[in-house]
Structures are given as C-alpha cells and as structure tokens.
C-alpha cells in the first residue's frame, strides 16, 4: 500500500511504517504548494498528514484513490468530516499523547502573562533593564483565583489540574457534556457560558473548533468578561476575533492574553496586538516536544499500519465511518 507523507516525521513512526512493508513517499522538497501537495495525494492509497492541509470537497472529488487519512494532529478542523464519512474513509488523529505538552503551553502562557514576562524579556534584550520601580508595569498574582475551562476534554483536564496543583485555583468548566472525573478529583463545577466568561479569571480554551464557533470570542464576549481576566488560546485562533481582542486589551475591559494561536494564523507581522506588554503570542508549538512528537508519529504510523491490515484506526476522529 501507497503511504504519502508531506512532511518528514519523527523517525519512530517512519520505522514502524516501513517495518510493515509499506511503500512511503515523502518530498524532499516538503514545502508543497496546494496544487503540488494535490498531485502527491492522487497517486497515494492513504496519507500521512502534517499540517493544516484543507481536506475539503476539492480535494474528497480530485483524490478518489485515498482511502484513509491519518492526521498529524489531535484536531480535525481541516478536514471536512461529512465528505469522508460519505466516501467511508476513516480519519485517525492523535489523542493523549500531546495533551500533557499542550496543557504546558497554555499554563506557561498564563505565567507568562500575568508576570508580563515576554515584554520584560523583549526589554532585556533590547538593552533596557531599566530601574527598580514599584509601580511600573506589574503583574498579578493567581493564587486562589478561578480558572474558566471552555472545553474541559484531555488537554483541559491537565491544564485544570495544573493550575489546582499550582496555585490552588478554582475550576469552572464549561462543555458538551458534564466532565465527571473533573469534578471529583478537581472540584470542577459545570457552569453556562455567560457564568463562565463573567467568573474566570483566567479563561483558557481547550475544545475541538467548530466552523460555527469562528470568533465565538468577540467584543461582545470580552466586555462581559473580568477586568483582571486573562485570555488563553492554545486550540484554534478561530475561537477569537483578534481586532476585538485587541481593544478589549488596550482599553483595559480585559488584562492581557496569551496565544499559542491566532486569527490568522500565522499572525500578521504588524499586527498591533504584537506590540502590546499584556500579550504573550507563540507560534502554535503547544506539541511541540519530542515526547509529544515522537507520540504522535507512533500513533499515526498505528492509525496506517491497522488500516493496512484491513484494521480499524484505534485512534479515530470519525468512528462513525466503521
Ligand atoms: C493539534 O494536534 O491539533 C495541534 O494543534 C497541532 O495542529
């Protein structure tokens, strides 16, 4: 069976890949435009996928011959889940494994905003130490303040405990369902959204992006929010409306946030948020370890290698195809 692999990948999953006979194609040139990626994934039985590829109508009606998709990635927003249930191809993804790394990133960018340590650390770099002084830009403790979850899954879970563990935090959540073993091991109380965004001092997103959720966070959300909030997005920048973001931090109806993501991603050089000494903005690594990695190439080289054998994916982002 074909297998094409658009970008190289730890060297676990690749070994496992071939350990079982299969036929990998990967460029060497991996910086693929759409069309280029397009004519790859036409002579390929199933894909290896890194990125943010769209796998939408186009590409269900030019690539008749894939027959699977396993996703470098624990989130599916890119691929149009309808389409490939109706051509019965399953989409693996990679849960677990990078939870922990993700729920890290989130936690280091709430430190990181409540102690304006990114701004701080611009300053030093830019030659400016500056004088002690004791009204000048500080942070805020969090000490016994209340985390918002929105999304409490794998990723939100270690957040939330991270942040009990840490500084005692109280866990509000809110999501699909209630989340059980959140609220027996972290005291979690279930709240609605409008609680949610009025009570959290800091707010950090943790679910599966929906199209219908695109800036879900906008003005209206930010103005009902603390003012000592702390917005946190390590899932999609699609979850926010950035400009809204902006004046919600510059005219102080918020404290400052924290971006693993963006909207869009990648971030405009000159976007203005950029600037701003409440802001701490990463460029979408929240898996980016080599545990985290390495897991992932595992379980995507297992979502290939079962589907190979006629298998079921054991970690799939549409059970419904089986
Ligand atoms: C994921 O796994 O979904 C990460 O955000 C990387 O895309």
């Given at each position: 069976m074909k297998v094409f692999i658009n970008k190289r990948i730890p060297e676990t999953g690749i070994t496992m890949l071939k350990e079982?006979?299969?036929?990998?194609?990967?460029p060497e040139n991996d910086d693929l435009s759409r069309e280029k990626w397009l004519q790859y994934c036409k002579n390929t039985d199933a894909i290896l996928n890194v990125g943010a590829n769209a796998f939408d109508h186009e590409f269900f009606d030019q690539c008749p011959n894939v027959k699977a998709i396993a996703l470098f990635s624990v989130g599916f927003d890119h691929v149009d889940i309808k389409e490939a249930n109706k051509r019965n191809i399953p989409i693996g993804n990679t849960p677990d494994v990078l939870s922990r790394a993700t729920s890290d990133v989130a936690f280091l960018l709430m430190q990181s905003v409540s102690r304006r340590a990114s701004f701080y650390f611009q300053k030093v770099k830019a030659g400016n130490w500056g004088n002690f002084d004791p009204l000048y830009e500080l942070g805020q403790e969090l000490y016994g303040k209340t985390l918002g979850v929105f999304g409490l899954g794998r990723i939100g879970f270690e957040m939330a405990e991270k942040c009990k563990?840490?500084?005692g935090m109280n866990i509000i959540y809110h999501n699909r369902n209630h989340n059980d073993e959140a609220e027996k091991e972290l005291d979690a109380k279930y709240v609605?959204?409008?609680?949610?965004?009025?009570?959290s001092d800091v707010l950090s997103i943790h679910?599966?992006?929906?199209?219908?959720q695109s800036n879900l966070f906008n003005a209206s959300v930010f103005e009902?929010?603390?003012?000592?909030a702390?917005?946190?997005?390590?899932?999609?920048?699609?979850?926010?409306?950035?400009?809204d973001l902006y004046q919600a931090l510059v005219s102080g109806q918020i404290w400052g946030a924290g971006l693993d993501v963006t909207n869009p991603e990648p971030i405009e050089d000159n976007d203005p948020i950029l600037q701003l000494s409440n802001v701490c903005v990463l460029p979408h690594i929240g898996s980016a370890t080599i545990e985290a990695r390495n897991g992932m190439a595992r379980l995507a080289a297992e979502n290939i290698i079962a589907f190979s054998k006629g298998e079921k994916m054991p970690h799939i982002a549409n059970p419904e195809v089986y």
């Open positions: 079982a006979g299969l036929e990998i194609t990967i563990k840490a500084f609605s959204f409008d609680e949610l965004i009025e009570q679910a599966n992006f929906k199209p219908e009902r929010m603390k003012k000592n702390i917005f946190v997005n390590t899932a999609r920048g699609g979850f926010h409306d950035q400009k």
